[in-house]
């Protein structure tokens, strides 16, 4: 990222998560065991969608990047965690540091973003039908979810710079399991205060935004399933909103707890962390799969093809 190191330290040494010394070998098997899960269920959420041409569809072409996402997420933290958990070296080195900010923030607020764009998809579908087709066409999702990424980018190279554009010249331990902002500034050898003010700014101003923009889609769908004549209408577009809230919910709530909270709490925060990065992305492929009755057959004709699953399922 064209970051250059202007301080003393070459490396850091992550200390893990607070409080949990001695309890190395039960957080591997743990960890290790949600990070397999949450690859496995996004891979196949992907394999579902590709191989079924009904999911062919705005909501699912936005499902597939959201499972990407939820695959590279805690990718960025997992395996580093799960070296040292296993007994080998906490070093990280300060270009892995960099790296490791830069990706977090890439990806979460990409994620942050997607998930905005999937509640305007959910909108047109319900409040625009006739028209959904011709607003959702291919072109305006690739420009939708390339703009995700882009965004993502934009917002993680400024806080990444403002974060290591600081000295560090010791002391290098990180009380965290991961390189983040926040315990980071805590490291640098300058006054922090106005980055921090920015960074909280930042952090606060961009997931808030993103947050009224979803509020005020699901107010409009809320108002036009209510205007549906039909009990079943109703239920079925209720239906098809569910999992994107729920899945909403459960991404925000850990963004506020950590980022904009006023009295950090470091084993608090590294709890919620670990749910944010590792629980979050494993169950996002089960609450999209298990109320889709078209995911699920694709899913099963996925497992039968790997031979998971015997014919007549």
């Known amino acids: 990222m064209g970051m250059q190191n202007l301080s003393g330290v070459t490396e850091f040494i992550l200390l893990g998560i607070p409080h949990t010394e001695g309890l190395e070998a039960m957080l591997f098997a743990l960890f290790l065991s949600f990070y397999i899960f949450t690859l496995t269920g996004n891979l196949l959420i992907l394999l579902a969608i590709v191989s079924s041409t009904q999911l062919h569809t705005p909501m699912y072409f936005f499902l597939c990047k959201l499972a990407v996402c939820d695959i ?21 080195s300060y270009a892995g540091c960099v790296s490791q900010v830069f990706f977090y923030h890439f990806l979460g607020c990409t994620e942050c973003f997607l998930y905005t764009v999937m509640a305007y998809d959910r909108f047109v579908a319900i409040c625009h ?12 999702c690739t420009i939708l979810a390339t703009g995700t990424s882009i965004f993502g980018c934009i917002q993680a190279i400024f806080l ?29 050898c300058a006054d922090t205060s106005s980055l ?10 961009m997931p808030l935004s993103c947050f009224v923009l979803i509020l005020t889609s699901y107010c409009c769908i809320v108002s036009s399933i209510l205007q549906i004549r039909s009990a079943e209408g109703r239920r079925h577009a209720f239906s ?41 992305p494993m169950l996002n492929p089960l609450i999209y799969s298990l109320r889709n009755k078209e995911v699920k057959s694709s899913l099963r004709n996925v497992l039968h093809q790997l031979g998971f699953l015997p014919q007549q399922l």
């Open 72 to 92: 590279f997420f805690p990718s960025v933290s997992s395996p580093k965690m799960l070296f040292y958990l296993s007994g080998n070296s906490r070093a990280i």
């Open 129 to 140: 039908p006739l028209r959904y087709t011709v607003i959702m066409s291919l072109r305006a």
């Open 240 to 280: 098809t909103c569910s999992a994107h809230l729920t899945a909403i919910l459960r991404f925000y709530m850990p963004v506020v707890f950590i980022y904009l909270r006023p009295t950090p709490s470091p084993l608090l925060d590294a709890t919620v962390q670990v749910l944010n990065n590792l629980v979050t």
């Open 196 to 205: 921090e003010m920015v960074g909280f700014i930042s952090v606060g101003f």
């Open 160 to 188: 990444t710079t403002l974060t290591f554009q600081l000295p560090y010249c010791g002391p290098n331990e990180v009380d965290y399991y991961f390189c983040d902002i926040p315990v980071m500034l805590k490291l640098a």
